[in-house]
């Protein structure tokens, strides 16, 4: 099991609209099999503005071929339409769950 931390930095005052956008997502990203849990964190003390959706998954390939997958779930792709709109950058962090 691993665990994949996308740290994303939000353009000023997006960062309600991302975590909105990935908290929507959730659900059909779970029942899609692209992850096992998905929670979505804002900062209380990092850099201002910043939004963190950390996902347990099984197998990282799936994982990481999640754009073909989500494209047989549409109201995935419906829900983070624009999503990098949003968005200034980020990061990936994954961990092997031991």
Do not use: C
Request: aromatic share 8%.
């Amino acid at each position: 099991m691993y665990l994949v931390r996308n740290v994303f930095q939000a353009k000023p005052g997006q960062s309600k609209a991302l975590a909105e956008k990935f908290k929507n997502a959730g659900p059909a990203m779970t029942e899609a099999g692209l992850v096992q849990s998905l929670r979505v964190l804002t900062d209380a003390s990092a850099g201002f503005w910043t939004v963190v959706v950390e996902s347990e998954v099984e197998d990282l390939n799936t994982y990481m071929d999640m754009a073909r997958i989500t494209s047989k779930h549409p109201e995935i792709g419906e829900t983070m339409k624009g999503y990098a709109e949003l968005t200034t950058g980020g990061h990936r962090e994954i961990f092997r769950i031991e």
